[in-house]
Nanobody, 125 residues
């Protein structure tokens, strides 16, 4: 499966943004999907995920309640809704897919076989 992430851009703190991850070459059926982010000089961080068939995997406490994931199987798209954005949320955001779906591993980047190219989110304060 090939993944294409989009929707990033420049946004003011306090505002919202929705990222999209579209799959091609296959559908998301059977795949767990995660959103990760990586800020300059930092390690890739798990944001939120959805484990097949549909349970949500939450990330750090600072993200809970602000970042949510959803999936539209008809559009073969997974979304990341980001609300009340902060300057610390500035990063490149990646979507990733895993066919293995082992719950205990889905917050780890190496558990995902397929990655999108990333989309940059810049939050100005």
């Amino acid at each position: 499966v090939q993944l294409q992430a989009s929707g990033g851009g420049l946004v003011q703190a306090g505002n919202s943004l929705r990222l999209s991850c579209v799959a091609s070459g296959s559908t998301f059926r059977g795949y767990s999907v995660g959103w990760f982010r990586q800020a300059p000089g930092k390690e890739r961080e798990f944001v939120v995920g959805i484990r097949w068939p549909g349970s949500t995997i939450t990330g750090a406490d600072s993200l809970k309640g602000r970042f949510t994931i959803s999936r539209d199987m008809a559009k073969n798209t997974v979304y990341l809704q980001m609300n009340n954005l902060e300057s610390e949320d500035t990063a490149v955001y990646y979507c990733a897919a895993s066919a293995r779906g082992i719950l205990s591993t889905l917050r780890v980047p190496s558990s995902y076989e397929h990655w999108g190219q990333g989309t940059l989110v810049t939050v100005s304060s």
